[in-house]
């Protein structure tokens, strides 16, 4: 890769852009095109989350709690990515999310519903969002399985006063260890003949694979490589957390579950508070790698990287439902956020995660060549099958709720310790609660987002992520500012209508 500069001057390099006193959005920069000498199939993504965290993939799943909980922990380390499971919860519920998606390697979670022959289904609703429920001799998931009644079997079935020991299929079970991925399960299925696999681990049915789950999978774009997975053999789970004292309690839960890495979470990261947990964390588990933020500025970076951090989390203001620029007058825009920030932690070799403002794979483009290392999406992902809560139909669109971590709704169950307001008397919002439309699977439209990302990266010329960033700081890579004209002719216009597809 040839980094001499173009002989020819053409558009800015970023160290020029960036220092002219105006703070750019995503939206607001494009990237002038280089040279191509390689396929896209050749982009190599690969990057890491913080210091010692690799992933082949540099997409992370935001700790919101209407984003990333097990189902969406097991599908992003599927991908080769990772989730960071939110702190919205008891420390020990959090714990439990942790080894939910730790305790399988599929990418799909069942959760599935346990009861004693003895026992009566009351509606479809006792099924949850399981296609069976397990018949146990206690109930639980350790103790033998004895039959199981499909959703079909109870609908069927005339008399709704029955036990479900009187109209259970019995079980000759078919389980497989926890360790086993789809093309294992699936060929199981094959040899058995059966419908569902139980998942096993230390004794323990921890989740079903049914053949219509493999059937599905196999539909969606193939899976690149094994996954995000650890030392332990297991996926690769992260977590957020404060830094209050009753944080370190909660460190502690996370720890005993395997977590990969933490992020602490606060909205303006450059605090004593912080500063102190860093210090804390690196002390009592010194192999345990953190990500520090939120920060926007080289001053803010500086101080958390002096204090040890593995990993800076970049914006302040810029998700689709925050409002803290709105409110507060302090954030930054994220593109030049971005770039402030990794100019100075890539000197220490700590990683940047860009957070908010990813609305499109270009945005995701602009992030990583700025000098990210991953990009961190919520409302990118929030409309997923695998995102928390249940669809709903708003005016004939099929929706998921989304809010944000600043929102009042979100506050009361305790998120408001992220923007310091956790003993304040008077709560100040700075989120809002909103909707986002359904986009299916993670584990359908991520792949496609990932080809256009290497589009992009070939377009610029740069076939890995750090060639983009040496491309970048040895000032080849050359970017101008986009007139609000620009912008709207950079896009879909001039048409009556049309159908936007990505795929």
């Known amino acids: 890769m040839d ?50 965290v690799p992933l082949s993939v540099p997409f992370v799943a935001s700790p919101m709690d209407t984003v990333s909980e097990s189902a969406m922990g097991a599908a992003m380390a599927s991908l080769g990515a990772i989730a960071i499971i939110h702190s919205n919860i008891s420390p020990a519920t959090q714990a439990a999310v942790i080894r939910s998606a730790k305790s399988r390697r599929v990418p799909i979670l069942s959760h599935p519903v346990f009861l004693p022959p003895s026992a009566y289904i009351d509606s479809l609703d006792d099924f949850a969002d399981s296609p069976f429920i397990l018949v146990t001799e206690s109930g639980n998931s350790k103790s033998k399985l004895l039959g199981y009644v499909s959703k079909e079997d109870y609908t069927n079935q005339s008399d709704k006063s029955l036990k479900v020991r009187d ?29 569902f696999v139980g998942l096993v681990k230390d004794n323990e049915m921890v989740d079903v694979v049914t053949k219509d789950d493999v059937e599905k999978v ?19 789970v992260g977590a957020a957390i404060g830094t209050r004292e009753q944080d370190k309690e909660r460190l502690e839960h996370l720890v005993k579950a395997g977590v990969n890495v933490v992020i602490l979470d606060s909205s303006q ?58 409110v507060c007058a302090v954030g930054r825009g994220q593109a030049t956020a971005v770039y402030k920030v990794a100019s100075i932690a890539y000197k220490s070799g700590v990683p940047v995660i860009a957070d908010g403002g990813i609305s499109n794979s270009g945005h995701i483009v602009k992030a990583l060549s700025l000098g990210a290392s991953t990009v961190m999406m919520g409302s990118f992902l929030a409309g997923s099958n695998e995102a928390p809560g249940a669809y709903e139909y708003q005016n004939g669109q099929r929706v998921k709720k ?26 100040i919002a700075q989120g809002v609660v909103g909707a986002v439309k359904d986009k299916g699977s993670v584990l359908k439209f991520l792949p496609y987002t ?54």
Not at 218 to 236: C, F, I, N, R, T
């Open 3 to 52: 980094f001499t500069p173009p002989p020819i001057e053409d558009g800015f390099t970023a160290e020029k852009l960036f220092n002219q006193g105006f703070s750019y959005t995503y939206d607001d920069v494009i990237f002038l095109p280089h040279y191509i000498d390689f396929p896209a199939e050749a982009v190599d993504l690969s990057s890491r989350i913080s210091r010692n």
């Open 218 to 236: 196999k539909g969606y774009p193939k899976l690149a490589g094994p996954g995000s997975v650890g030392a332990d053999g297991e996926w690769m």
């Open 402 to 427: 989304y809010r944000g971590m600043g929102s009042l709704e979100a506050m009361t169950k305790g998120s408001d310790q992220r923007y310091l307001g956790d003993t304040a008397k008077l709560k």
């Open 269 to 326: 990261g450059n605090s004593s508070y912080q500063l102190e947990m860093i210090k804390y964390v690196k002390k009592v588990y010194p192999e345990l790698d953190v990500v520090g933020g939120n920060v926007v500025t080289m001053y803010q970076a500086e101080n958390l990287i002096q204090a040890g951090v593995d990993g800076l989390r970049v914006g302040m203001g810029s998700g689709s439902i925050c409002t803290t620029q709105e």
């Open 167 to 195: 109209y259970m299929a019995p079980s000759t079970p078919v389980t497989v260890p926890w360790s086993h991925d789809l093309k294992e399960i699936d060929k199981v299925l094959e040899e058995k003949k059966a419908n």
């Open 450 to 503: 990932m080809q256009a990302v290497k589009q992009g990266f070939q377009d610029i010329g740069a076939n890995s992520l750090q060639s983009a960033h040496d491309l970048l700081r040895s000032k080849v890579l050359r970017l101008e500012v986009r007139t609000g004209a620009a912008q709207v002719e950079g896009g879909i216009h001039g048409l009556v209508s049309y159908e936007k597809k990505y795929f």
